[in-house]
């Protein structure tokens, strides 16, 4: 049997959390229980026809997704596949619905703050990259900047 790469277990991860949030998003579509999420980070009060959107939504995560892998390859963290991984999925999760529906499914309700599985991971990759850049400060291990 052929030995899998170890970049392939990350690409199948991804995929998986890509198509679990959709799978969540598309039933909470069928049983109306979601939130059409039509902001657009900085560009909420232009007003912007759907084609726009979508390509300032395509730029931004597309530059987002490049200056994260900068700022990430500047650390030798043993965490930076997964951080990556995490943050990018979100993101093309959350894309896909910009680009199918116009607005992002959001679907669990906690307080005033409405979010999604895809913005879940995001947050979660971010905050492993925090805890990852402060353990190895703590622990006095040389952050190794490229």
Same mark, same amino acid.
């Given at each position: 049997?052929?030995?899998?790469?170890?970049?392939?277990?990350?690409? *199948?991860?991804?995929?998986?959390?890509?198509? #679990? &949030?959709?799978? #969540?998003?598309?039933?909470?579509?069928?049983?109306?229980? +979601?939130?059409?999420?039509?902001?657009? +980070? =900085?560009?909420?009060?232009?007003?912007?026809?759907?084609?726009?959107? !979508?390509?300032?939504?395509?730029?931004?995560?597309i530059i987002f997704?490049?200056?994260? $892998?900068? #700022? =990430?390859?500047?650390?030798? !963290?043993?965490?930076?596949?997964? *951080?990556f991984l995490l943050?990018?999925? @979100?993101?093309?999760?959350?894309?896909?619905?910009? *680009?199918?529906?116009?607005?992002?499914? &959001?679907? *669990?309700?906690?307080?005033?703050?409405? +979010?999604?599985?895809? &913005?879940?991971?995001? $947050? #979660? @990759?971010?905050?492993?990259?925090?805890?990852?850049? +402060?353990? &190895?400060?703590?622990?006095?291990?040389?952050?190794?900047?490229?």
């Open positions: 049997m052929a030995k899998i790469s170890h970049n392939y277990y990350y690409i *199948i991860f991804t995929f998986v959390i890509v198509a #679990i &949030d959709q799978i #969540i998003k598309a039933q909470m579509t069928f049983k109306e229980l +979601f939130v059409k999420n039509e902001e657009l +980070f =900085l560009f909420n009060d232009l007003n912007l026809s759907y084609s726009n959107k !979508l390509f300032l939504a395509i730029i931004m995560n997704i490049f200056i994260f $892998w900068i #700022i =990430l390859n500047r650390f030798n !963290l043993k965490t930076k596949k997964t *951080i943050v990018s999925s @979100g993101l093309i999760s959350n894309l896909i619905d910009r *680009i199918f529906k116009s607005y992002v499914v &959001d679907y *669990i309700v906690v307080s005033n703050i409405v +979010f999604n599985l895809a &913005d879940m991971v995001i $947050w #979660i @990759g971010v905050l492993l990259f925090i805890f990852s850049i +402060f353990k &190895d400060l703590f622990m006095m291990k040389d952050i190794n900047y490229e």
